[in-house]
């Protein structure tokens, strides 16, 4: 069964970069997508980006300017890494595997592994 | 647009039926998948595809979907089903095809 576990600092500084990794057990990172999403104290999920085991990247317009997501499949990880963070960057950061299919003419993915999720407080 | 957009609560008698929407023009190319997230816990999936069911989930859960519309029905719904509710589905807006969460739904079982 396959488990995700998100690891980093709880606390950054404004300005600072933010740096988690989510280690990926009982399973391969090879094949699927692996995404990271946040979720702000009180609100909603937001998606943060995903990488492809191959490389590829994808991430959130919103957040592209600052959002690196890589992947070292030798260790079984993946890892964000959010630069120049504010306060409105605190939230729980839960890391996900996702996949993708179809159905006729319509495509579809889900993401059906996550991680508990980690908090981070951005403050100085 | 890139929006998903739910319908912020949602409330069912326990044991009736209760249909969660989700909205967006992406929904005509993409099916949404649907997740439940209760206080202090991650989400889970609950629907994803046309209408499939991860291991584990009730079969009270099901999916469907019409034109720029998905839907989430729980079928005699159970005080453990009373959660927060998102959608996700890919975003198709512009040049762009990342993914987009709706804000959510939290259902209310009375």
């Known amino acids: 069964q396959v488990q995700l576990q998100e690891s980093g600092p709880g606390l950054v500084k404004p300005s600072e970069t933010l740096s988690l990794t989510c280690t990926v057990s009982?399973?391969?990172?090879?094949?699927?997508?692996w995404s990271w999403i946040r979720q702000p104290p009180g609100k909603g999920l937001e998606w943060i980006g995903y990488?492809?085991?191959?490389?590829?990247?994808n991430y959130n317009p919103s957040l592209k300017s600052r959002v690196t997501i890589s992947v070292d499949t030798s260790k079984n990880q993946f890892s964000l890494k959010l630069s120049s963070v504010t306060a409105a960057d605190t939230a729980v950061y839960y890391c996900?595997?996702?996949?993708?299919?179809?159905?006729?003419?319509?495509?579809?993915?889900?993401?059906?592994?996550w991680g508990k999720g980690t908090t981070v407080t951005v403050s100085s | 647009s890139s929006e998903l957009t739910q319908d912020p609560a949602v409330s069912v008698a326990l044991g009736q039926t209760v249909r969660i929407t989700c909205q967006g023009d992406?929904?005509?190319?993409?099916?949404a998948s649907w997740y439940q997230q209760k206080p202090g816990q991650a989400p889970v999936l609950v629907i994803y595809?046309?209408?499939n069911r991860p291991s584990g989930i009730p079969d009270r859960f099901s999916g469907s979907s019409s034109g720029n519309t998905a839907s989430l029905t729980i079928t005699g719904a159970q005080a453990e089903d009373e959660a927060d509710y998102y959608c996700?589905?890919?975003?198709?807006?512009?040049?762009?095809?990342?993914?987009?969460f709706g804000g959510g739904t939290k259902l209310t079982v009375l």
């Open positions: 996900a595997r996702a996949s993708s299919g179809s159905y006729y003419v319509l495509h579809y993915y889900y993401m059906d592994v």
């Open positions: 009982g399973g391969s990172i090879s094949s699927y997508y």
């Open positions: 990488i492809y085991y191959s490389g590829s990247t």
């Open positions: 992406s929904l005509r190319s993409y099916y």
């Open positions: 595809g046309k209408n």
């Open positions: 996700n589905s890919r975003d198709s807006s512009g040049n762009h095809l990342g993914w987009v």
